[in-house]
């Protein structure tokens, strides 16, 4: 059974940082596309970074573009998101995907996604 766990998330404030990490258990992630997106309240679920199973290449959203890297451990099993400089319009639910299709910048790259981790930055 394919699990992928978010750990990492919690109050900060504006201007913090936050580090996420995603732990994978029933598939081995070095052969996944994986992914980060976020979800605000009464908010569709949009993409926030990707990484290829190499990790050779990574792709990031205009929003968190220069706050935000994706970064794989596959000795690990996990993926992690480094966010800084965060603002208030980051405060979200923040899911890790995997998948094995070619990233198109949505969410039907990937085919297994976690429960979620919130993250809230107050002003």
């Known amino acids: 059974q394919v699990q992928l766990v978010e750990s990492g998330g919690g109050l900060v404030q504006a201007g913090g940082s936050l580090r996420l990490s995603c732990a994978a258990s029933?598939?081995?992630?070095?052969?996944?596309?994986m992914g980060w997106f976020r979800q605000a309240p009464g908010k569709e679920r949009e993409f926030v970074a990707h990484?290829?199973?190499?990790?050779?290449?990574?792709r990031y959203a205009d929003s968190v573009k220069g706050r935000v890297t994706i970064s794989r451990d596959n000795a690990k099993n996990t993926v992690y998101l480094q966010m800084n400089s965060l603002k208030p319009e980051d405060t979200a639910v923040y899911y890790c995907?995997?998948?094995?299709?070619?990233?198109?910048?949505?969410?039907?790259?990937?085919?297994?996604w976690g429960q979620g981790t919130q993250v809230t930055v107050s002003s």
């Open positions: 995907a995997a998948g094995s299709r070619t990233f198109r910048g949505g969410r039907d790259t990937y085919d297994y």
């Open positions: 029933g598939l081995t992630i070095s052969v996944y596309n």
């Open positions: 990484i290829s199973w190499s990790g050779g290449s990574t």
